[in-house]
């Protein structure tokens, strides 16, 4: 009885997981920009979509963060912001 609730359980926390590796897929995943991207981008929040904003909102999002950044002492280099920068651009709304 109790095992069947603890395989239970299991599949539960399984799925649990996959489905939040799911929420974490992003376009070319492979790429340099998209590492970058989640490594720089989830330091405050969670990973924001691609698709949420166009590309103009998106380069007024970056000034924000920089903005936020810089309150708290984190580096972001021009050459990273950039690289998120065309990343979002080719990949937003
Ligand atoms: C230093 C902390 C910090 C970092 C790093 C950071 N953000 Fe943010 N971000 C914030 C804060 C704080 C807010 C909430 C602002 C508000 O609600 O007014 C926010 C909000 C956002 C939002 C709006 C959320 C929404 O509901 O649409 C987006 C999009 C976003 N950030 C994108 C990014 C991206 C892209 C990066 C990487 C370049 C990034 N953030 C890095 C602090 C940060």
Redesign the pocket.
């Known amino acids: 009885m109790f095992k069947r609730f603890k395989e239970g359980l299991g599949l539960l926390i399984t799925l649990f997981m996959v489905a939040c590796a799911g929420a974490q897929t992003v376009p070319e995943p492979e790429s340099p920009a998209a590492h970058l991207?989640k490594e720089?981008?989830t330091?405050?929040?969670g990973l924001?979509g691609t698709k949420?904003?166009t590309p103009e909102q998106?380069d007024h999002?970056?000034i924000?963060?920089e903005g936020?950044?810089l309150?708290?002492g984190?580096q972001?280099p021009t050459h990273e912001?950039k690289m998120?920068q065309d990343y979002?651009h080719r990949n937003g709304k």
């Open positions: 991207f720089r981008c330091q405050c929040h924001p949420r904003h998106w999002m970056l924000l963060m936020f950044m309150e708290k984190i972001f912001k998120i979002l």
